[in-house]
């Protein structure tokens, strides 16, 4: 009888995880203690439009406008500030990825990064990605979405900002 109460204990234990790990199955694990982020990654979000993959940042990337982004990545975006999913160093393992397939998109990863025009960084975080777990920013004005941009590139460059 107590067998089989472990066994069903067990049970419940081990699925979870392995549904976790077999949901990211790109995902190492590193003796255990550490996941490394994927890159490059596959993309589950749709491309933009022509008239947005045109667009441009119009901002300089000066510090105001990095700090300003940093500040709505890190606290202040509504519904959750990017930093939940894409991690407090912007390679896509914030603390809900483990419930999240698709995998939030890994910002450190310039082999991804290089291929995202700015108008397709600024489609997405404006309306969402559908079948994702990435929502719309609707109540972000375009100022903020740019400083965004500003700031989500940082993570793929070389120099410390
Ligand atoms: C609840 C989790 C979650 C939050 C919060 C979130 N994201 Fe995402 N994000 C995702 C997921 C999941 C994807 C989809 C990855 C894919 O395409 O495979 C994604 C994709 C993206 C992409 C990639 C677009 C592309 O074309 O590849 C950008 C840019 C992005 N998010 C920016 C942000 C920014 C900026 C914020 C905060 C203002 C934010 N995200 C908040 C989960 C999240």
């Not at 999913?85 to 419930?99: D, M, P, T």
């Amino acid at each position: 009888m107590t067998r089989v109460v472990l066994i069903w204990i067990m049970f419940w234990v081990a699925m979870p995880v392995s549904m976790a790990m077999a949901a990211h199955p790109g995902v190492k694990v590193d003796d255990g203690l550490e996941f490394l982020p994927l890159c490059p990654q596959v993309r589950n979000t749709p491309g933009a439009t022509d008239e947005f993959l045109r667009l441009k940042n119009p901002l300089n990337p000066s510090p105001e406008n990095i700090f300003a982004g940093q500040t709505l990545f890190h606290f202040d975006a509504k519904p959750g500030p990017c930093r939940i999913c894409h991690g407090i160093s912007g390679n896509g393992l914030g603390i809900l990825f483990r419930e999240l397939t698709p995998s939030p998109r890994n910002f450190t990863c310039s082999k991804t990064m290089t291929t995202l025009p700015d108008g397709q960084l600024f489609w997405i975080i404006k309306n969402g990605s559908p079948g994702t777990a990435m929502p719309a920013f609707k109540n972000l004005d375009d100022e903020q979405i740019w400083q965004l941009i500003h700031y989500i590139r940082h993570f793929s460059k070389e120099e410390e900002h």
